[in-house]
């Protein structure tokens, strides 16, 4: 079912105009998209049904460029700022476009430290900062970003259970982001029972989050862009994910 529903709504994303996408969706859409050009990387002879890896390709450029002109805006949100910023980045690790990153990498700084500083100074504490120093680690080696994104993460893992269902969707993914650029934390073996107890939770309820958006999405008329988006980013991971496993791959 839900691969029909995937094929729906890929048509869907397909057929959009990104100059009639708000903003708020361009997130959504570009994961979406990365996950697709994995899924057909992989496996070529989806180039059938989701079009050539070219033409994918084409479209993240596309949906990059766009947010590389919403990044000029400085009087935008700092964490909305630090959103589009970690986009550009994992565009770059796709297209590997220097324009891409150093814009990235000029923005970062810009937000880290602040004017007439040589510190970096956390300017509010949310996910898409952590993982923008995950990102930052990533790209420049700096050992006081990683400890940052550090903090954050054991920050975010001991008030987890405070977080709304729209907190811990966007936690979540800051933290499995963490452990995939910077690596496992370096715990006690009783915390690392803990984090592994509070993984299981996380994880049960992130699914649970992620099925009814699509629940939602699907007894909808479909307009909502935004709700489109997140739909498309979560089918296109888990339709990767199925192929994966259908052929004994393991890919995050």
């Known amino acids: 079912m839900e691969k029909d529903l995937f094929r729906k709504v890929y048509k869907q994303v397909s057929g959009l105009a990104l100059k009639d996408c708000p903003p708020s969706s361009l997130s959504g859409l570009l994961h979406g998209y990365l996950s697709v050009y994995s899924m057909v990387r992989v496996y070529p002879w989806l180039e059938d049904e989701y ?5 994918i390709h084409d479209r993240i450029r596309e949906i990059a460029r766009v947010i590389q002109e919403l ?5 935008l949100p700092v964490d909305t700022r630090a959103g589009y910023v970690v986009d550009l980045m994992d565009a770059y690790l796709l297209y590997s476009d220097m324009k891409f990153l150093d814009t990235a990498l000029d923005a970062a ?4 430290i602040p004017k007439g500083s040589d510190k970096m100074v956390l300017p509010c504490r949310t996910p898409n900062i ?4 995950c990102n930052c680690y990533y790209f420049t080696g700096e050992d006081e970003c990683g400890m940052l994104a550090k903090n954050l993460v054991t920050e975010a893992l001991g008030i987890s259970r405070k977080f709304s269902h729209e907190e811990l969707w966007d936690w979540w993914g800051a933290i499995c982001f963490y452990e995939d650029v910077v690596g496992a934390m370096e715990l006690s073996l009783e915390e690392q029972i803990s984090l592994e107890e509070e993984r299981v939770r996380l994880t049960t309820c992130v699914k649970q989050r992620k099925d009814e958006m699509i629940e939602r999405f699907m007894g909808s008329a479909g307009e909502d862009l935004g709700a489109l988006a997140n739909v498309f980013k979560i089918l296109a991971k888990r339709n990767f994910y199925e192929y994966n496993e259908l052929n004994g791959k393991a890919f995050r």
């Open 51 to 55: 079009g050539s890896l070219w033409d």
């Open 71 to 75: 990044l000029k805006d400085r009087d």
């Open 109 to 112: 700084y810009e937000i880290l």
């Open 130 to 133: 952590c993982r923008l120093l």
